[in-house]
């Protein structure tokens, strides 16, 4: 189960987050926010996305759409995202709870500049009813992230 993996990432790496599990799901940034009762913009959405040659998380906050143009700049090639069916094979976590903590298989990730705006941000914890609160800053250090700018 990925909610398992990743308080065993969690616990793995020394990381002490509490992990909300909610009664109603936080499958969408829609959902998340109301459940959390916060604006959607700081729902920490995470994207997998498939480059020429590996697979890619990014995480952007809530409201964020991927410019087109900024993503080719930045990764060379038009942003395809990885199928329904795939997310779960090469993530371990479900659409709707995917998060860039606890992976079946290593990914690169990538924080897109909108997360900066805000002290904390609420990615999801590997379902779709799961999620922590974390800073953006502390985000990028625990996944080993990189900055980009890819969002409009």
Request: proline letters at 3%; charged letters at 30%; glycine letters at 6%.
């Amino acid at each position: 189960m990925a909610l398992e993996d990743v308080k065993r990432y969690f616990k793995e790496n020394n990381l002490s987050f509490e992990i909300f599990e909610m009664d109603e799901s936080t499958a969408t940034v829609e959902l998340a926010a109301k459940a959390h009762g916060v604006e959607p913009a700081l729902i920490a959405k995470t994207i997998a996305v498939q480059l020429k040659d590996r697979n890619i998380l990014i995480v952007t906050k809530g409201d964020a759409k991927i410019d087109n143009r900024k993503y080719k700049d930045t990764f060379k090639t038009k942003c395809k995202m990885l199928k329904y069916d795939e997310v779960l094979e090469i993530t371990g976590h479900p659409v709707g709870g995917v998060c860039p903590f606890g992976l079946k298989t290593s990914l690169e990730v990538y924080l897109d500049t909108s997360l900066k705006e805000f002290d904390f941000v609420y990615p999801a914890a590997g379902s779709t009813n799961s999620s922590i609160k974390i800073a953006p800053t502390y985000l990028k250090e625990i996944t080993d992230g990189q900055w980009v700018d890819v969002c409009k």
